[in-house]
């Protein structure tokens, strides 16, 4: 049970900043009407206004370099609970980003996962 | 009353404890509760309070930055919280600096415990 909530939130993680990193369009795919994101203390509701606040992030391209990843099972219900720490290069930018950034999954019904919180920070240094 | 202040309490408690009282943190977790402290797993209250009390320092301050919080699910009480802040130890000139997560269960007191907690350290 346990390596099984960690392969599903490295699995997770895996998917989550590739597609970050080369179609962020396709978020829309990971959230429902009732998730939740705060960004640097920037709260929104929904997938459409969390695909729009990513997508307006003021940077064509990043690349996310995944350090660590903890998970845990959050409720008999199935969720997980996953916490990332990493670096986030941007393009044209020569120091790295620190960054950690915490999420909680939910099963569907389709046997996959969707993001019902979600929470960023940089860490400065 | 306000998720926000609710969580903003919690953290100052949690820290507070942690910082002065360090075994009395057992009233924040129960039997179900998960600790994985720098990529170590740990459940349940006694393996908890007992980890925490044996980290290799006596004294420690944590100097709380943000605190971001939300609801775990429509329904059910239950609170996300993610911390970030400095931890001071006695003796040791520089702070270290981590982040934490904490799912924030309700009690039938009308309090909270702590299912999930998560704690890292953030290196530069």
């Given at each position: 049970?346990?390596?099984?909530?960690?392969?599903?939130?490295?699995?997770?993680?895996?998917?989550?900043?590739?597609?970050?990193?080369?179609?962020?369009?396709?978020?829309?795919?990971?959230?429902?009407?009732?998730?939740?994101?705060?960004?640097?203390?920037?709260?929104?509701?929904?997938?459409?206004?969390?695909?729009?606040?990513?997508?307006?992030?003021?940077?064509?391209?990043?690349?996310?370099?995944?350090?660590?990843?903890?998970?845990q099972?959050s409720?008999?219900?199935?969720?997980?609970m996953?916490f990332?720490?990493?670096?986030?290069?941007?393009?044209?930018?020569?120091?790295?980003?620190?960054?950690?950034?915490m999420?909680?999954?939910?099963?569907?019904?389709?046997?996959?996962?969707?993001?019902?919180?979600?929470i960023?920070?940089?860490?400065?240094? | 009353?306000?998720?926000?202040?609710?969580a903003?309490?919690f953290v100052?408690h949690y820290y507070?404890?942690?910082?002065?009282?360090?075994?009395?943190?057992?009233?924040l977790y129960?039997?179900?509760s998960m600790l994985t402290?720098?990529?170590?797993?740990?459940?349940?209250?006694?393996?908890?309070?007992?980890?925490?009390?044996?980290?290799?320092?006596?004294?420690?301050?944590?100097?709380?930055?943000?605190v971001d919080c939300q609801?775990s699910?429509?329904?059910?009480?239950g609170m996300v919280v993610f911390v970030?802040?400095?931890?001071?130890?006695?003796?040791?000139?520089?702070?270290?600096?981590?982040s934490q997560m904490f799912h924030l269960m309700?009690?039938?007191?009308?309090?909270f415990y702590v299912l999930n907690d998560i704690f890292?350290?953030?290196?530069?």
């Amino acid at each position: 049970m346990e390596e099984q909530v960690e392969n599903v939130g490295r699995s997770f993680v895996d998917h989550y900043y590739h597609l970050f990193d080369t179609d962020r369009a396709s978020f829309s795919t990971l959230y429902q009407s009732h998730s939740m994101m705060t960004f640097e203390g920037h709260k929104v509701l929904g997938v459409d206004q969390i695909s729009a606040k990513l997508n307006q992030l003021p940077f064509d391209q990043c690349r996310h370099v995944i350090s660590t990843i903890d998970s845990q099972p959050s409720s008999s219900a199935g969720g997980i609970m996953v916490f990332v720490s990493g670096s986030l290069q941007l393009s044209g930018e020569e120091h790295l980003l620190r960054f950690s950034q915490m999420f909680h999954l939910v099963p569907t019904p389709q046997g996959s996962f969707f993001v019902q919180n979600d929470i960023f920070r940089l860490n400065y240094g | 009353m306000d998720p926000d202040a609710v969580a903003k309490a919690f953290v100052e408690h949690y820290y507070s404890t942690f910082d002065t009282n360090r075994v009395s943190l057992a009233n924040l977790y129960q039997d179900n509760s998960m600790l994985t402290f720098e990529g170590q797993k740990i459940q349940g209250t006694q393996n908890i309070v007992a980890k925490l009390t044996s980290l290799p320092f006596q004294r420690c301050k944590h100097v709380i930055t943000t605190v971001d919080c939300q609801p775990s699910a429509p329904t059910g009480g239950g609170m996300v919280v993610f911390v970030s802040g400095n931890l001071q130890l006695a003796d040791e000139q520089h702070a270290l600096k981590f982040s934490q997560m904490f799912h924030l269960m309700p009690t039938p007191q009308g309090s909270f415990y702590v299912l999930n907690d998560i704690f890292r350290l953030n290196y530069a």
